[in-house]
Nanobody, 120 residues
Framework: QVQLVESGGGLVQAGGSLRLSCTAS????????MAWYRQAPGKQRDLVAS???????NYADPVKGRFTISRDSAKNTVFLQMNSLKPEDTAVYLC??????????????WGQGTPVTVSS
């Protein structure tokens, strides 16, 4: 019904930057929240940042001041600009969204994840 395609992950040195993107496609009527989570090996999945359809944002404390979430609602796309990356940012980053589809129901969807590795 809805697919999320992520891109932009990779290997970067500490202090560097990466920009992740995630595009939703399918039987979409409206997208409310779009967000990025991350999961490091052996650890739980944690929220990194979220953005509502109205543009309100929320950030996890470890990334405040370094990461910026934004969205292009016309293209059903969310971005995560990551600056001043640290080795502890290494994780698989997953896109998450809450979507109203054409059946009139709201569902949650996850992307497949894109790996980010920050070397020291």
């Amino acid at each position: 019904q809805v697919q999320l395609v992520e891109s932009g992950g990779g290997l970067v040195q500490a202090g560097g930057s990466l920009r992740l993107s995630c595009t939703a496609s399918g039987n979409i009527v409206n997208i409310n929240t779009m967000a990025w989570y991350r999961q490091a090996p052996g650890k739980q999945r944690d929220l990194v940042a979220s953005i509502t359809s109205g543009g309100s944002t929320n950030y996890a404390d470890p990334v405040k001041g370094r990461f910026t979430i934004s969205r292009d609602s016309a293209k059903n796309t969310v971005f995560l600009q990551m600056n001043s990356l640290k080795p502890e940012d290494t994780a698989v980053y997953l896109c998450y969204t809450i979507v109203l589809i054409d059946t009139g129901y709201t569902y949650q969807y996850w992307g497949q994840g894109t790996p980010v590795t920050v070397s020291s």
